[in-house]
Every structure is written in structure tokens, then in C-alpha cells.
């Protein structure tokens, strides 16, 4: 790990570093707040997983995370959405495919499945590399995230139950094997063959028998992506009910898929992450 920037912020620091990483085979960089708490004892870490077109910057930025992550001592740990580079493949002219839409799967077609092997970076590289080389209790961690990222953070906690103290998403794509962004993703990365979508789906994981103790989810009723049947919610309430997982959907009144939306949240998200931690 490289440091390339350390700022102070809310008593801690927040900090960006770069590395090479084995499984993307190219530089990855990502952002660590480190709350005040760090500076005596090691800390329990919060992962984000941001949506689509974001890099680590945008959740750090535009969210207010750092503060509650202050007051509560808990590390947010914030990766890139997709690997980067003049050798990565990309999709010039689309948002949704190639850089900045990794989607946190594993890539098995080409060009993509050089580079594009996400799942594997959040689960098993980042934390190997973060928790030897900065102050973070090993094994002790949460996920969230947005969008995108709401679905990564859900299959990454139904698929490794073991690993998370707890979930939530804020707006997650719940369905991507139904929705436009996961279909173009999906077929890209992991070819036309559906089955080997079901590894990625969420609502797929909990009805193969996938579990976690419980789901937070923050849902904004004026949601652009709503109408378009990108998130479907309602997919996630019918599997969890279905399973008995307990599911927390709140549908808040007004709220658009934007970091605004986030922001007004996010210490009730890290508030209820820290709980499960500090156990």
C-alpha cells in the first residue's frame, strides 16, 4: 500500500492509498477514514460499496460519513466500483459497462474476466491488504452501500454469512438478473448462460437458501430508477419474507437515489453497523 493523501477530519484521518492488486492486475486505489479511536486500539471496519460512475471520492465527499463514523469508532473502508487503467477494457459511450460498472462479480468473458473480478477484490484481497497494514481488528466488519453497491454489499454478505456482522443498502439493486443495468452487466461479464447469473442475484442467493440475521434498507419513494424497474424493491420483501430474514425496508417519503438521500441516513446506518460490531 501507498499513501497518497491523509487529511484530518472529524479527530481522525481520512486516508487514500494505492496499490497493485493481484486479483484486478492492475493499480487499485481506495479510501480509509480512520476515526480517532485508531490512534489507541485497533477498530472494527464498515465497508462501502458505491454505484455506478463513482469512484471512492464520491461517498467520502458527499456523504457526512466520516462524523458518525467518528462518533461511533468505527473505519469506513471504500474501494473503487471497477478496476482503472489505459489496459482495462471499457465501453466507450455507456455508464453502465466497464469502468465504473465492475457490478462486484467476477468476470469469466473476455476482455472483461483479465481485470474485472471485484468480488474476489472486496472479499478477499482488500481486506487481507487493509487489515495487515493499518489498525483494523481482523475479521471484525460490516458492508453497505449504494445502488450498485446495494447489491454488492447484499450478495456479498448472503454469500460469505461468516464475514459481515451486518448488512444495509441504501437504494440497492435488488434483482439485476430482471433489471437493464444487471442484465447488460451480467451478459457482458459472465456471458448469456442465466444460471451463472444466480451467483450474483440476491434475491436468486436467498431462495437457493442463502441467509444473513438481518437487512437494513433505505428506500426513497422519489427514486428516478424506481419507475424504471432498475431496484425492485419488492423483490426484496416477497424472498425475505419468504425465508423468514428479517427485513428492515423503510420507504422514505420524497427521498430521490442521490447523495442527499444518503447523507440525511447515513449515521443511522453506521449507528446500526456499529451496534453488531461492538459485540
Not at 66 to 84: C, I, K, N, W
Not at 100 to 122: L, R
Not at 141 to 147: C, M, V
Not at 261 to 274: K, L, Q, R
Request: hydrophobic content about 35%; glycine content about 8%; some cysteine.
Amino acid at each position: 500500500m501507498i499513501e497518497i493523501e491523509s487529511i484530518k477530519e472529524s479527530g481522525g484521518y481520512l486516508k487514500r492509498y494505492s496499490h497493485d492488486s493481484e486479483v484486478c492486475r492492475c493499480e487499485m486505489i481506495f479510501s480509509v477514514y480512520l476515526p480517532p479511536q485508531a490512534e489507541q486500539q485497533p477498530v472494527p471496519t464498515l465497508y462501502w460499496l458505491s454505484g455506478l460512475t463513482c469512484t471512492d471520492d464520491n461517498v467520502r465527499v458527499k456523504a457526512g460519513a466520516q462524523r458518525y463514523a467518528a462518533e461511533q469508532g468505527v473505519a469506513l473502508l471504500m474501494p473503487d466500483t471497477s478496476p482503472r487503467g489505459h489496459d482495462v477494457p471499457d465501453e466507450k459511450g455507456r455508464y453502465d459497462l466497464g469502468k465504473g460498472a465492475g457490478f462486484y462479480v467476477n468476470a469469466t468473458q473476455s476482455p472483461w474476466d483479465k481485470n474485472y473480478q471485484m468480488y474476489d477484490y472486496v472479499t478477499r484481497e482488500l481486506p487481507a491488504l487493509v487489515e495487515a497494514g493499518l489498525p483494523l481488528i481482523p475479521g471484525r466488519k460490516s458492508i453497505s452501500g449504494h445502488s450498485m453497491g446495494g447489491h454488492g454489499a447484499l450478495i456479498c454478505a448472503l454469500k460469505n454469512p461468516q464475514a459481515y456482522r451486518s448488512v444495509s443498502a441504501f437504494s440497492p439493486i435488488c434483482h439485476p438478473a430482471l433489471g437493464n443495468w444487471g442484465q447488460t452487466c451480467f451478459s457482458a461479464y459472465l456471458g448469456d448462460d442465466q444460471q451463472s447469473w444466480q451467483q450474483y442475484d440476491a434475491i436468486a442467493l436467498i431462495e437457493a437458501g442463502a441467509t444473513v440475521p438481518e437487512i437494513l434498507v433505505d428506500q426513497g419513494t422519489a427514486d428516478e430508477f424506481l419507475d424504471e424497474g432498475q431496484l425492485l424493491p419488492e423483490t426484496l420483501v416477497t424472498a425475505c419474507k419468504a425465508a423468514g430474514i428479517p427485513l428492515q425496508m423503510r420507504m422514505q417519503d420524497g427521498y430521490d437515489h442521490s447523495y442527499h438521500f444518503i447523507a440525511t441516513f447515513i449515521g443511522e446506518h453506521i449507528a446500526y453497523h456499529a451496534r453488531a460490531l461492538k459485540k
